[in-house]
């Protein structure tokens, strides 16, 4: 669980995939930041876990909130910066921001996507942080009841430790009382041309949880403001 600097506490758990990789895995502590950053909290300040994180959660905190003070029952409370000592991080990478506090991207869809699933998986890319690729992405995710749930991608300076939008919007989903039986849709809305895309791997993912659901893909654009 997260504490937000307003004060609000968000959920996470950790969420496996059967039959794929432990690479696809999402741990703990980047579902609760996720769920954090898809609400928009301006920054993090605390971070209770059940255990002391792994090294590759420390360093998707370090991208999120380097300054994260770090919880574990039954020991004293610790910053990140001295669990991750000599850190890699954005700056290392000529990048001054972090994912925290949501800048949202300029995006507009390439293609037709005028429906409310594919605003809301636009909606989600625009908070993408991807500072390194600029493949920013968002999954927006239908239930049979109708309820929406989204997700953004989340980058690291390490590439590995990153969040692809479908495994953050999958976290949001069980966290709204949904299961994967309950899917009905799925958009992925993606920057074209970028040198990456989470397409195949969102592919990969629904064949095994939900095999009857077709992803629908849409290409979208950054706009940028013209210099005078």
Same mark, same amino acid.
């Given at each position: 669980m997260v504490r937000g600097l307003s004060?609000?506490?968000f959920v996470g758990?950790?969420?496996?995939?059967?039959g794929h990789s432990l690479?696809? #895995?999402?741990?703990?502590?980047? #579902?609760?930041?996720s769920n954090a950053h898809m609400h928009e909290e301006r920054g993090i300040s605390a971070i209770a876990v059940t255990a002391a994180p792994c090294g590759h959660c420390r360093q998707f905190m370090n991208e999120l909130t $380097?300054?994260?003070q770090v919880l574990v029952q039954g020991k004293p409370a610790a910053n990140l910066s001295t669990l991750l000592p000599h850190a890699f991080g954005p700056k290392d990478l000529g990048v001054t921001d972090?994912?925290?506090p949501v800048r949202e991207v300029n995006l507009n869809l390439d293609n037709e996507g005028s429906d409310e699933l594919s605003r809301a998986a636009l909606e989600a890319a625009r908070k993408s942080y991807a500072p390194y690729t600029k493949a920013y992405s968002g999954v927006a995710i239908r239930s049979r009841s109708g309820r929406i749930f989204e997700g953004a991608y989340i980058e690291n300076a390490a590439y590995n430790p990153g !969040?692809?939008?479908?495994?953050a919007a999958l976290s949001a989903l069980v966290f709204g009382g949904a299961n994967f039986s309950g899917i009905s849709e799925v958009v992925l809305v993606e920057v074209g041309g970028a040198p990456i895309s989470?397409? #195949?791997? *969102?592919? /990969?993912? !629904?064949? /095994?949880? *939900? $095999?009857?659901?077709?992803?629908r893909a849409l290409n979208a654009r950054e706009h940028r403001a013209k210099r005078t």
């Open positions: 004060g609000a506490l758990a950790n969420m496996e995939f059967p690479g696809f #895995s999402v741990h703990g502590e980047q #579902s609760a930041l $380097p300054d994260i972090f994912a925290f !969040l692809p939008p479908l495994q989470q397409k #195949s791997v *969102a592919e /990969t993912i !629904l064949g /095994t949880i *939900a $095999p009857d659901v077709r992803l």
